[in-house]
């Protein structure tokens, strides 16, 4: 019998990683033969993660035959999954972003809005009655603290607060400490090109009529970040291009002090300017007390768009 796969989005985070092999681990507790994937390699932040937990990443998939059948974890669209979804079976999505696809059959669909795949997750499994172990209450955690970056973000909830302070106990970790030591695994990157840089979270979406790349990197050090500026640009441009946007928005987020600088360039940067306020100087601006693209990004972009 062939496996069921499940897997998150394309440029894959900590949140998708990790509630691949979350949910898969509860759909083989609840019977089914299934496979956690996942579309990319891991990123620094979910290496630290699986190396702390003395786990293997996920296998990685380009794509998937007519007729497989799939979960999706972490998001619900065509755009941000394999390119020929649209001729699997889709049996299952957990998530937590809006919804963006259809079918003609119907299927298990459970999003919530809260902060984290995570989150949702670790309801299903009370729901089910199944053991969150110690691993899995670590890889649900870490997620849940990547995503609402330690409880700071304004994408965080009640319910995300809740699932964290449990599942510490679970893990039996200090989730501040050990959250922090994570956040900042994934802020190096030093060993990235320009190239892997704009492409580690990169999301393409339409803001309205406008084609738009919003890629978002976290640091410690929004200037150490911006020295790289003029190679940001020119492979920023160079993207512009190939892939003819309106826009590409970078933004660089700091995660201590929970400010975002953007550098946007292509046709509609100036959309920024009117957005927020502000005024690009030399393509860039300080967005400050944004830290969420859901939430302060997406919706305030394409509500001015």
Known sequence: MEKILIFGHKNPDTDTITSSLVLANLE??????????????????????????GIEAPRVIEDVED????????????????????????????????LGLTTSYPLNYRAEAVGCTETVLYKMYKEYGVEVDKKIATLMLSAIISDTLLLKSP??????????????????????????EMLKAGTDLSSFSIEEILNLDAK????????????????????????????????????IEEKELDLFMLLITDIVNSNSQVIALGKDAKLVEKAYGVKLEDNTALLKGVVSRKKQVIPIMTENA
Do not use: W
Not at 41 to 50: C, S
Not at 208 to 237: C, F, H, R, W, Y
């Open 28 to 53: 083989t507790k609840l019977g089914k033969n299934v496979e956690a994937c996942a579309q990319g390699k891991p990123n620094k932040e979910t290496e630290f993660v699986l190396n702390y937990l």
């Open 155 to 180: 994408t965080c909830t009640e319910e995300d607060v809740k699932a964290v302070k449990e599942l510490a106990k679970i893990a039996e970790v200090d989730y501040e400490k050990y959250g922090l």
């Open 67 to 98: 007729g497989q059948e799939v979960m999706l974890v972490d998001h619900a669209s065509f755009e941000e999954s394999v390119p020929n979804l649209e001729n699997a079976k889709i049996l299952r999505v957990v998530d937590h972003h809006k």
């Open 204 to 239: 393409q979406t339409s803001l309205k009529d406008v084609k738009t790349i919003i890629n978002q990197v976290n640091t410690a050090s929004i200037p150490e970040v911006m020295e790289m500026k003029a190679d940001l640009e020119a492979g920023m441009n160079k993207i």
